[in-house]
């Protein structure tokens, strides 16, 4: 079994930032991609972010050049550092990973979701 906490959302102004975290924890062999998606009220979840575990990574082109994603390896964190944060960006954000666990399972896990609120 896999779960992943998810941490650092809040509300905040339109034009600040926020920085959300993600820890995997449980029998975890090896993690390939780390990522996060948000769902906003009446939309469909949609990918923001993702990374590999060799550092390849993808932006919604949403978010380019406004959000960072990032990734220990070590620790098995994701981080998504947002800046210029825009009243869209306002959503449930989750966390995603596909994890390969002890003994050899691989499947994609879901964190519980962290609020993310910006007032324009």
């Known amino acids: 079994q896999v779960q992943l906490v998810e941490s650092g959302g809040g509300l905040v102004q339109a034009g600040g930032s926020l920085r959300l975290s993600c820890a995997a924890s449980g029998s975890i062999f090896s993690i390939n991609t780390m990522g996060w998606y948000r769902q906003a009220p009446g939309k469909q979840r949609e990918l923001v972010a993702i990374?590999?575990?060799?550092?390849?990574?993808s932006y919604a082109d949403s978010v380019k050049g406004r959000f960072t994603i990032s990734r220990d390896n070590a620790k098995n964190t994701v981080n998504l550092q947002m800046n210029s944060l825009k009243f869209e960006d306002t959503a449930v954000y989750y966390c995603n990973a596909i994890v390969t666990t002890t003994p050899v399972n691989t499947k994609m896990y879901w964190g519980q979701g962290t609020q993310v609120t910006v007032s324009s």
């Open positions: 990374i590999t575990s060799g550092g390849t990574i």
